[in-house]
């Protein structure tokens, strides 16, 4: 999903933590199938308190169209369950 480590997935500033894109009973696939992004302290908090959640669902549509770009749709489903395209 990136190669830059060192900043914000979303603001470009030095990143702190790393988000996965697909968590809850997921965190292991998205970590398996690298759906994860760094994000700094104050995006990280964003995406997991926005009342809207319309960060984290974009989040989980760009982990969706990383993975489809290597596996199926179907396997997408298999996986994941969900489509958030």
């Not at 988000?19 to 994000?39: D, F, M, Q, T």
Request: a positive charge; aromatic letters at 12%; hydrophobic letters at 30%.
């Amino acid at each position: 999903m990136t190669t830059d480590w060192e900043h914000c997935f979303l603001c470009g500033k030095e990143a702190q933590q790393i988000h996965h894109c697909i968590g809850g009973a997921y965190r292991k696939k998205s970590e398996k199938y690298g759906l994860l992004v760094p994000l700094c302290m104050l995006c990280h908090g964003k995406v997991h308190d926005e009342p809207s959640q319309e960060t984290n669902k974009e989040l989980k549509k760009i982990g969706q169209a990383d993975f489809m770009m290597h596996y199926s749709y179907a396997e997408w489903m298999k996986q994941f369950g969900k489509n958030y395209m």
